[in-house]
Each structure stands twice: as C-alpha cells, then as structure tokens.
C-alpha cells in the first residue's frame, strides 16, 4: 500500500489542523494506521493508531484528549484532528499502516507516508 500524507502548515499555539492519510495500492481496510511524528534533533514518537474497523483508537499520553484519529474506508484516508495544539507538538507527521496487530512500535508498520511538517508557533 502507498501513503500519502498531507494537512500540515504552520498554526498558532492553541489552533487546530486536520492532517490526511490517502492510501491506494491494496485494500485499506486490512490495514491497521498509526501518526507517528519526529521532532528536530529528537526519536521518532508514536501518537495515535486506529484499527481496521475505526472504533479503536489508541493515544500517546502527550496527546490524549487533544488529538483524535480517524479513517474512512470508503474513501481510503486516515485523518488526525489535532486540537489545542502546542510548540511541543511541532514535529514532522508521518502516517504508517501495519497489515498485522496495531502497535505503538513503529517497526509494527510495515508501510510509511513521506511525512508533513506541522509547526506550531508561541
């Protein structure tokens, strides 16, 4: 499966932005996704992942309550809505998709996006 990930720009603290994961090549809907984001000078981090149905979603701590996955299945994309966004979440987004169990290790994903830049400014 190929991933395209889109959605990311520059936002304010407090602001919001919608990123988008549009997959073609297989059956997206076999496929587990997750967002992992990796900021500068700093380890790639898993935030969020969402199981082939859409009604479990898992967070990272760091953005429980703030941010929520999603996917349509119809439509082939996974989305993150990022809410009450922060400097500290500036970090480059990347989607994944794994064709075994969802995980919050990145080696789970065997499929990757080429990642969107997400800056929040103070």
């Known amino acids: 499966v190929q991933l395209q990930a889109s959605g990311g720009g520059l936002v304010q603290a407090g602001g919001s932005l919608r990123l988008s994961c549009a997959a073609s090549?297989?059956?997206?809907?076999?496929?587990?996704m997750a967002w992992f984001r990796q900021a500068p000078g700093k380890e790639r981090e898993f935030v969020a992942t969402?199981?082939?149905?859409?009604?479990?979603?898992y967070y990272a701590d760091s953005v429980k309550s703030r941010f929520t996955i999603s996917r349509d299945n119809a439509k082939n994309t996974a989305y993150l809505q990022m809410n009450s966004l922060k400097p500290e979440d500036t970090a480059v987004y990347s989607c994944?998709?794994?064709?075994?169990?969802?995980?919050?290790?990145?080696?789970?994903?065997?499929?990757w996006g080429q990642g969107t830049l997400v800056t929040v400014s103070s």
């Open positions: 969402i199981n082939t149905y859409g009604d479990r979603p």
């Open positions: 090549g297989d059956t997206f809907s076999d496929y587990v």
């Open positions: 994944a998709a794994s064709s075994h169990m969802g995980s919050t290790w990145a080696g789970e994903y065997g499929y």
